[in-house]
């Protein structure tokens, strides 16, 4: 063979002129029969002409004459293209066997074990190709974004950031550190996403990603918006109207989140998703009927779907039926279904016996369900530790004293805008929460995690915590200066505004906010307090009876209710001696009393004048998260006082927890 024919040949081959590269290519292996390159390269136009298993017997019959490792990775992706995996991962291995340091064939491996979720090989292969070519913007990239599927987010960053520092304005790294971010550092991520559409304002990855976390920061209106230009542009994506639907909902338009996730239900027709979002949102929003028709359905796609029966059981008792309750007895007590599925039955269960006057049933349920609930938290937890909890409350009592509050007077905002209600779960936060939101100039914002968030933030800016522990450091509030203070507020304030641009009052119930109220008159000298109270037995009992969503471990031991209550107690009695701001005690027993008398003081004390519709509490058009949401649907009701009495027999722990034996 001359070789200048080959060049030749070669030559068209590159110029795409692939008939008379062909030619060429065979007029030299009739003169040498055996000769590999010609072989391989009429293979590789064979493959390039869609003729696969021609070009795969062509390049094998090079192999034969020389095993070179370029022709073992070409082989590869014409197997790939005859759709067998296995072929072209072994096709690759050989070629890594020949050549070990062939950092294209590794790269193309690992690859194919991320696609097979073989991710330990696939990591192996994407650190071979780094390490043999460290500017390999590409393994990096991949490696990163497999770390983070390994749970190693902070590998992950390390890889795409050294990716980034080679290729500094490529959208799809920005996107992709974004990816990593989105749930450790939400607001960074949104940085990532938006640095990526500076790029490519078309990156249609990165539009999707930067409305999901806007919903995710609770910038639901930016988030909204973003999502209907994504839908524009492909309308089919339900997992973006998915996510439209929850900022929807969460801005309070209901009904056009309720049309969304229809759609989504439409377009997914034997998916659960989106039937079981509206089956919450219905549950939230009171439309119990509307609510068992979505939970019909659910059922038809899957006859033991454990949240459906949940629904039925808790939410609409007039609809469960003998074969309801058996089935979910049966599902509750067997071991087909997770752990926290059987929880969630049996707390259902209860619900369900208790409305029924089987109060024996009952506790038997609530107190399955609180055993399950240890059986999961323990093992990463460990048992509760209420001395914990008394260092804490005695910490902060310490810190909190009269003298902090005469140091710190005048370093917030002046802001009223922020109502807190606090108090223990299940002692009536909720209703105090619906009253004030059926009026006019408030808006009910639910749990907001905001103040906790604001805490922790100042306790690692001091130093005083480590974000791996619980262990809580309260000396920041020493150090905090007016500066700091008024910034933290005005974040806090331009969140609420974010949720109610109009409102006059929102009201932020996170009931936990009790242990922060030093924190919250610092940032809010004029702010409003309102502390919900309850008899003792009868949140205790409401806390054990109750599967909340946030798996409180100390809420699944009666004797460990107590002693959270008791500290409660001893924390919100030195508030009331040092807080510079008036509390104002909304007891639960009395509003059930007396219903307008502390319905007009409650608004009263929030500066507001009086507006009928906050005695029809109960029809208010707003979405209830929280465990309360069938209670606060009906008029106020004095059979939830006393209750303790049903289960009297079973609730010894809890009374001497109390000291009410």
Known sequence: MSASMFDQALEL?????????????RRILTAEPHNADALHRLGLIAHQSGRHGEAAELIRQAITRRPAAS?????AHVHLALKDTAQAKHALEQAIETEPGYVEALFHLGTLHSQADDLTEAAKHFRRAVAARPRFVEAHVNLGLLLNRMGDAEGAIGHLEHALRLRPDDPAIHNAIGTVRRHQSPSRAIENFQRALSLDPEHFGAKVNLAK????????????QALNSVLDRQPEDTNARMVLASSLAALGQFDEAIQQYELAAATMPRQLQPLDALRKLYLRLGKFEEAYLSCVKIRELEPQNCHALVGILRHLKARVSEQDAEQAARLAEGTALPIPERRKLHFALSSYKEAMGDYEAAFF??????????????????????????????????????????????????????????????????????ILASHSKVFGAGELPDISRIERELMRQGGGHDAGTDDLDYGYARRLTSELVRSKAEGYVQRLRSLAPKASRIVDKMTMNYSNLGLIATLFPKGTIVHCRRDPLDTGLSCYSQDFANSLLWASDLRSIGQVYRQYERLMEHWRRTLPIDIFEFRYEDVVCDFERWGRALIGHCGLEWEDACLKFYETQRSVKTASLEQVRRPIYATSIGRWRKFERHLSPLREALNRT
């Not at 609930?373 to 093992?379: F, G, I, Q, S, T």
């Not at 990463?380 to 804490?392: E, F």
């Open 71 to 75: 022709y073992w990775y070409n082989l």
């Open 365 to 434: 349920h609530m107190d399955r369900g609180n055993y399950l609930r240890r059986m999961e938290l323990e093992p990463l937890k460990g048992p509760y530790d209420v001395k914990k909890l008394a260092d804490r409350v005695n910490r902060i009592i310490e810190v909190f004293d009269e003298q902090y509050f005469r140091r710190v007077r005048g370093f917030g905002v002046t802001s009223n805008l922020p109502v807190f209600v606090v108090g223990m779960p299940r002692s009536g936060t909720t209703l105090c929460e619906q």
């Open 213 to 224: 976390s806007l919903a995710l920061r609770g910038r639901h209106g930016e988030a909204v």
């Open 13 to 25: 081959h590159r110029a795409g002129k692939l008939t008379a590269a062909a030619a060429l290519y």
